[in-house]
């Protein structure tokens, strides 16, 4: 079946502007996740949806970022007033979303971002 | 807090050797520990995990295993080959949390023909 999908692979913005980056996690999935990878670095959790619901944004680096999830399915990471600090590569994971939440994650081919 | 610390930060061996990646995780209540391998470009894909009840886990020349005492877990390929040259990560979880991955800083690993 289809993957964890994201839109767009690449976005090169200018510093300010506001940003969406789009995810589509596996039919069926519950369980999404937003993590942040930095060039030649680890990845870095951004926040957990479970449903529409985001018990978990302890992640989020400002205020200047936020994401929603609609439907229990798409969900999207909102970055406002972008700085150059915010280029990274953004990746999306969902998981079946199991009550011991040890589930594997499936990963998204992720987002390039670029603020010039 | 949670925190997960990964060695080496690069590895290069000849084909046909083994390569080792160790990790070790702060929170003794991790108990779920996956391993990703990330090619140039591309989306981290899982290769192997365990989970805390188990000492060691194998995958055909993948092996993982894990020293809770310790809070160390290591990745093991046996006889690399050119196609395993990739980055890899480990991460930790644990249940009582949301499920979050917390990631090491990863090792690239470079398989000489």
């Known amino acids: 079946g289809a993957g964890v999908s994201q839109s767009p692979s690449n976005k090169v913005t200018e510093k300010g502007k506001d940003v969406e980056l789009r995810c589509d996690p596996i039919?069926?999935?519950?369980?999404l996740y937003w993590y942040r990878q930095s060039l030649g670095q680890g990845l870095e959790f951004l926040i957990y949806?479970?449903?529409?619901?985001?018990?978990?944004k302890s992640g989020l680096p400002s205020d200047r970022f936020s994401a929603e999830r609609t439907g229990g399915s798409v969900s999207t990471l909102t970055i406002q007033r972008t700085q150059q600090e915010d280029s990274a590569v953004y990746l999306c994971?969902?998981?079946?979303?199991?009550?011991?939440?040890?589930?594997?994650?499936?990963f998204g081919p992720g987002t390039r971002l670029t603020v010039l | 807090g949670e925190n997960v610390e990964q060695h080496p930060s690069t590895l290069s061996v000849q084909e046909g050797d083994s390569a080792v990646i160790k990790c070790t995780y702060s929170?003794?209540?991790?108990?779920?520990f996956p391993w990703y391998k990330q090619e140039l470009g591309k989306r981290p894909q899982l290769i192997i995990d365990?989970?805390?009840?188990?000492g060691e886990k194998k995958d055909q020349r993948i092996a993982v295993t894990l020293n809770k005492t310790a809070k160390h877990f290591s990745l093991h390929i046996t006889e690399t080959q050119p196609e395993d040259s990739a980055v890899y990560f480990c991460?930790?979880?644990?249940?009582?949390?949301?499920?979050?991955?917390?990631f090491g800083q990863g090792t690239t690993l470079q398989v000489k023909p």
């Open positions: 949806f479970q449903g529409n619901s985001a018990p978990d």
């Open positions: 929170d003794s209540a991790s108990n779920y």
């Open positions: 994971a969902s998981s079946r979303g199991l009550a011991e939440a040890t589930d594997t994650q499936y």
């Open positions: 039919s069926g999935h519950t369980a």
């Open positions: 365990i989970r805390s009840n188990v």
């Open positions: 991460a930790a979880s644990w249940s009582s949390n949301t499920g979050k991955l917390i």
